[in-house]
C-alpha cells in the first residue's frame, strides 16, 4: 500500500471487527478474574507453589489483555 493512501472499510466490516476484539477482550477479562480468584483461595489455603503458578498466568494474561487493548 503506498504511503498517504487511505483504506475505507464497509460499516459491517467495522463493526465485526469491533464486535470482534470486544468479545476477545471480554474473555480474557473473565479468565483473568477466574484466576484471580484461585489465586486468592489458594493463597487462604497455604498452597505457594499453586499461588505462585497463578501469579504467573494472570501476568500471561494481563499481556494478552494489553495486546487486544493495543490493536
Do not use: P
Not at 499453586?50 to 489483555?65: C, P, R, S, T
Amino acid at each position: 500500500m503506498a504511503q498517504g493512501s487511505v483504506t475505507f472499510w464497509h460499516h459491517s466490516c467495522l463493526n465485526i471487527k469491533r464486535t470482534l476484539k470486544f468479545t476477545k477482550m471480554n474473555e480474557l477479562i473473565l479468565k483473568y478474574e477466574a484466576t484471580k480468584k484461585r489465586a486468592q483461595l489458594f493463597m487462604k489455603n497455604g498452597q505457594i507453589s499453586a499461588y505462585i503458578d497463578a501469579l504467573v498466568e494472570m501476568n500471561h494474561q494481563k499481556q494478552l489483555l494489553r495486546l487486544a487493548i493495543a490493536n
